[in-house]
């Protein structure tokens, strides 16, 4: 599904060769994109919020205090890690630019290669450096076991032009959204997808609560949620990602960007984006958890292409809610955990953001749903059973 967005274009910067410090190093996120027409300055006051403190340090003062675990790369060496960047390893593209795998040594030069995954800039401006500027600052940051971790980044400026790349650890599930949509896996379990969707909450509750200043992610989507070998999600790409209003501000003014059908229609309209922008884009992944569906689907009929329109039409306490869920989990649910599942996707999804949940209460809530469910130590993708719909938990083995 597309990105929008309104910027205007902007000239590129002298050529040189460096890493993310001095002139060419990330900049404050306050300098990065933020007005209403190419994303850059700082919101406008409206009234008191508890957001953040004056105190409290921003990302670029935080930034300088850890950059120091970022490892620099040069570009040879991750043309070698890539075999050339080679299509044989490509594992993924993006609006940002495509995605390799591949290995490098250690730091120390020692014991076998690593796997990782190698995120390549576009060459076409300025627009994609500062989202490459956006996740080195904010990935260096954060640290949290549902945030995929950054490695290092690679930095290059010359006449054949820019060179910006980001070295991440491996992810080898791909992500949630491959597991939903994509007819080559074998469907998520039940079970695994509570785990999946707390997992992925926690992580955004820890970006708006936890850390000493608030980060608003702005583009959370099944895509950019990637599993790991044991299906544990953690979220990536940071490019969109910004710093929460300050002291006396309730919103930060930026230009609208992100993903059709994950943005809320109150950020669209206003370009004010708050941490309850995220939560309405958390609530549409959640009925895709539910339904199996992608928030838009033109092949669908008329009335169930846009899926929070489809929805609408089965209430979480109605009788015929069950026809929403995900055919490919063959009954195989708690119809009970399911409807509560839906109820906090409704409220995720109200108009007045408001009214809608903080990140952390929605952890709370599905932990309450998690438990309703038997644990499944290695639970198994694809075995499905021929269980029946059910008001109580069915265990599979």
Known sequence: MGCF????KQKSRQENKSGPTAANTPAPASNISTSRSDDSGAGQPTSKSSASNSSQRSIPALYEERAQRLRAFELDELRNATNDFSRMLKIGEGGFGSVYKGFIRPPDGK?????????????????????????????????????VKLIGYCSVDGERGIQR??????????????????????????????????????G??????????QVIYRDFKASNVLLDKEFKPKLSDFGLAREGPTEGNTHVSTAVVGTYGYAAP????????????DVWSFGVVLYEILTGRRSLERNRPTGEQKLLEWVRQYPADGRSFFMILDPR?????????????????????????????????????????????????????????????????????
């Open 266 to 277: 109150d950020y669209i309209e206003t370009g004010h984006l708050t941490t309850k922008s």
């Open 165 to 202: 790349l980001l070295v991440y650890e491996y992810m080898p599930n791909r992500s949630l959204e491959d597991h939903l949509f994509n007819r080559n896996y074998a469907p998520l379990s039940w079970n695994l997808r509570l785990q999946i969707i707390l997992g992925a909450a926690e």
């Open 204 to 213: 955004l509750a820890y970006l708006h609560e936890g850390l000493e200043v």
């Open 5 to 8: 967005s309104f910027r205007k």
């Open 111 to 147: 014991g076998d290669r690593i796997a990782v995954a190698v995120k390549q800039l576009n060459q076409r401006g300025l627009q994609g450096h500062k989202q490459w500027l956006a996740e080195v600052q904010f990935l260096a940051v954060v640290e949290h076991p549902n945030l």
């Open 329 to 397: 989990l063959r009954h195989q649910y708690s119809l009970k955990a399911a409807r509560e599942i839906a109820k906090l996707a409704d409220r995720c999804l109200v108009k007045n953001a408001k009214e809608r949940p903080k990140m952390s209460e929605v952890v709370e809530v599905l932990k309450q749903v998690v438990e309703m469910e038997p644990t499944e130590a290695n639970s198994s993708r694809g075995d499905l059973g021929k269980g029946k719909r059910t008001e109580t938990a069915h265990p599979r083995r």
